[in-house]
């Protein structure tokens, strides 16, 4: 049986560049043939990427680099362009299976995602190779719990956002690669949304009597965005090794980086810290759902509480046309938000900390 978390938002935004295109322009999108504002599922991962270390124990989290030798140098407080750490780490990279880059000793030529304890313990073997009479042998008689332990061990982030592994010249290293347990959609606007400039002027402190020092341009939008993301929950169980715990660790920090978190891109320019007016969570076992089609005819009024109300009545019509009725919902909704409810709606009202408990609980309970 299937075990899904469906999370949707409605979150409005005053004029912002949170994510930009390769020109410095705000992101967009045609859909229903009209241009939205686009936030990329990238960005918005990052932001929540962010989030999770801030409230999280760093030995719970990944990293990702290509500099090898210098990721365990840091770990047993070594120089990274030791020549005999060198050769260490080009062993342990040969017992592991990953690709090294040729042009550059020490560096992996793709970009390596593992957990803080899984770094820790390949610096643990480094350091017992760097100190024995024969640094090959000892690494080659760890090669299979290097291997075990690079699939296993999982932190958090790697749990939710998978892992690409590329492979060595040999064929190996791919086995590394780990599926992920959430799916993003790239947030777009419910309304139409046209990027707008803002010309600005800076003058010259020393000659204020010559017009302006530089003169600029930057592109912006500002628009109410419908996100949306699901959580496999049984994928996420998998990848945390079957630990209930960690399984709700996970959850209940995701739930809340997905609410609290938002891309910075030129935040010092705009100042878009908004917060979402309204958040459904709806547990599935059937499949994921997007309820964007509620958003295919563009909302000019009323913007957020006519944006809920499309939602639910979307969620509604699936329901009813299909038979793929939730196994659970759980909702909070700021004061504009609930002029799209009714009174008994409201009564079922949640606050974010309910709603992450009361979300965590219900699937652990199903697991």
């Not at 309204?278 to 547990?283: L, R, S």
Request: with cysteine; aromatic share 8%.
């Amino acid at each position: 049986m299937g075990l899904f978390i469906d999370i949707h938002a409605i979150q409005t935004l005053p004029p912002a560049n949170l994510n930009r295109d390769e020109n410095g322009r705000p992101k967009t999108s045609i859909y229903g043939g009209v241009p939205r504002m686009r936030v990329s599922s990238q960005a918005w991962k990052k932001a929540i990427r962010d989030n999770f270390r801030d409230t999280l124990d760093t030995g719970r989290l990944g990293s990702r680099s290509r500099e090898f030798t210098k990721m365990i140098a840091q770990r047993i407080n070594r120089d990274p362009e030791d020549e005999h750490l060198l050769k260490v780490t080009g062993e342990l990279m040969k017992a592991a299976g990953l690709p090294s880059d040729k042009n550059r000793p020490g560096s992996t030529s793709a970009l390596q995602f593992f957990g803080e304890q899984q770094w820790q313990k390949l610096a643990q073997y480094a350091e017992e190779a760097y100190g024995s009479t024969d640094p090959k042998k000892s690494v080659a008689s760890h090669r299979t719990d290097i291997k075990k332990l690079l699939d296993s061990d999982r932190s958090i982030d790697i749990a939710f956002f998978g892992r690409m592994s590329a492979s060595s010249d040999k064929g190996t290293g791919s086995e590394y690669v780990v599926d992920a347990a959430s799916q993003f959609a790239h947030a777009i606007s419910v309304n139409r949304a046209d990027v707008e400039n803002d010309y600005y002027a800076a003058v010259d402190d020393c000659d204020n009597t010559s017009g302006a020092g530089m003169i600029g341009e930057t592109g912006y939008l500002s628009a109410t965005l419908y996100r949306y993301a699901c959580v496999d929950v049984n994928l996420l169980n998998r990848n945390l090794g079957y630990d209930k715990e960690a399984v709700r660790l996970a959850l209940s920090t995701f739930l809340n980086a997905f609410a609290l978190s938002l891309p910075s891109g030129k935040q010092n320019s705009f100042g878009h810290q908004t917060l979402p007016s309204f958040i459904e969570t709806v547990i599935r076992t059937d499949r994921p759902i997007n309820l964007v089609e509620a958003y295919e005819k563009p909302v000019t009024t009323d913007t957020i509480p006519t944006s809920v109300q499309r939602l639910l009545e979307q969620q509604a019509d699936y329901q009813n046309t299909y038979g793929l009725a939730a196994a659970d919902t759980f909702t909070m909704a700021d004061l504009n938000a609930r002029k799209a409810m009714g009174k008994e709606q409201q009564e079922t009202l949640l606050t974010l900390p309910q709603l992450v408990t009361e979300t965590t609980s219900t699937v652990i309970k199903a697991l």
